[in-house]
């Protein structure tokens, strides 16, 4: 559908979007980086997903919503679907891709083979940073997803995981047992608002409906 | 000179023998002289040490490069020798053989030069040198690691060039 783009385009505009996310707007703070690289994957996911799902049916429940995500929309933005896909069935999913287009040309440092005592602490370190940067460039997909399912109605937490490169994992958290439990915490807050703020039943009306919202925005930012 | 690649590494060429240990060494440097890659495989005399191994590898090309140049009897229009030339431009040299070692050279439009160092009797390597300029493109270039203009760390790229190498004719 629509017009094309080449692929070593957008490998290079994402490239240098988190390479300028991390070393530019913020250096030494890679977890606002991360946010922000998230926020933005959050956007595209969203509106990718209103794109590929205009001619279909609404999904019965969440793990057909999952299932959208693994074939059609996988195989709209990578051209393969998601290899392998695991579930508790009480909310959570790991979404396991062999091959992840984005990551199979990463490589890291060959690391060094000495067996020097004093470098002993070197090699951890080491291995942090290439960690460290490999897993900056999944903020992206992570956002992508959330974007993607709360779209269709399901508010979650996504995290990713590379055992070995090319290969990744992606959590996806459902939030509803966080939801519920943030909802009941405000019935709460409510009946003892009432109380105190009997003599301004006015503004006790403006705080319940304020903080409501945030709660709702923590919840899906929880962890 | 065709240097546009699919998504996907093209086929290497075909290589008629496979017999191991033909190419020596490869040197890949940028258009500043940084040398970003030296690997070798098969090298058995080291005269100098790396830095200046390096430097005049890259001195020697330049000055052969400008050499050819000159001397081009079909040319019309010379600069004076020692000028500077574009990638490109003039007459592009491609390998000399010697007695004991054959050295081929390739400049890529972006001042990537890149120089493999075989057995004497191996063919015209020009292809291999454009496939290996494909592996540089596909696994440094577009790694998101790696910075432009930094001596190359990438495994994939070193596995898939020791593998490739090892079956140059």
């Not at chain 1, 039943?201 to 709702?216: A, G, T």
């Not at chain 2, 699919?6 to 490869?26: F, K, L, Q, R």
């Not at chain 2, 430097?55 to 052969?64: C, E, R, T, V």
Request: charged content about 20%; glycine content about 6%.
């Amino acid at each position: 559908m629509g017009r094309e783009v080449s692929e070593s385009c957008v490998d290079s505009l994402l490239t240098e979007m988190v390479s300028s996310y991390c070393d530019r707007f913020y250096a030494n703070k890679p977890e606002l980086a991360a946010r922000r690289i998230e926020a933005i994957g959050f956007q595209v996911g969203h509106q990718l997903s209103e794109r590929y799902t205009m001619e279909r049916p609404r999904f019965s429940d969440n793990l057909e919503a999952i299932k959208f995500i693994c074939k059609d929309f996988w195989s709209e933005l990578f051209k393969k679907q998601i290899d392998n896909l695991k579930t508790n069935h009480k909310g959570t999913f790991v979404l396991q891709d062999n091959r992840f287009r984005w990551l199979a040309r990463m490589s890291i440092d060959p690391s060094s083979e000495d067996g020097d005592l004093s470098q002993d602490n070197s090699a951890p370190v080491t291995e942090n940073k290439a960690a460290q940067a490999t897993s900056m460039h999944l903020y992206f997909p992570c956002g992508i997803i959330r974007g993607a399912l709360s779209n269709l109605g399901i508010p979650c937490a996504v995290s990713a995981d590379i055992s070995s490169l090319p290969a990744c994992e992606l959590l996806v958290m459902e939030c509803i047992r966080l939801y519920l439990l943030s909802y009941a915490h405000c019935i709460a807050f409510i009946s003892t608002a009432r109380y105190s703020f009997f003599s301004q039943s006015r503004s006790s009306c403006m705080i319940i409906v304020i903080f409501h919202p945030c709660i709702s925005e923590r919840a899906l930012r929880f962890r | 000179m065709q240097f546009f690649g699919g998504s996907e590494i093209s086929p290497s060429p075909p290589a008629p023998t496979a017999s191991g240990n033909n190419a020596h060494m490869i040197y890949v440097f940028n258009r500043n002289g940084v040398c970003l890659l030296y690997r070798e495989w098969n090298r058995p005399l080291h005269t100098l040490n790396q830095q200046q191994d390096h430097k005049l590898m890259f001195g020697l090309l330049f000055s052969l490069k400008s050499l050819t140049a000159k001397m081009d009897p079909t040319s019309a229009e010379k600069g004076n020798l020692g000028v500077p030339q574009l990638p490109g431009q003039g007459c592009s040299f491609h390998s000399f053989r010697t007695n004991t070692y054959k050295l081929s050279f390739m400049e890529s439009p972006s001042g990537i030069k890149i120089i493999l160092v075989t057995h004497p009797r191996t063919g015209d390597l020009r292809e291999s040198l454009k496939y290996i300029y494909n592996l540089y493109v596909e696994y440094v270039v577009k790694n998101p690691i790696y910075t432009p203009g930094t001596p190359i760390r990438c495994e994939l790229f070193n596995t898939t060039l020791d593998q490739y190498a090892r079956s140059i004719a």
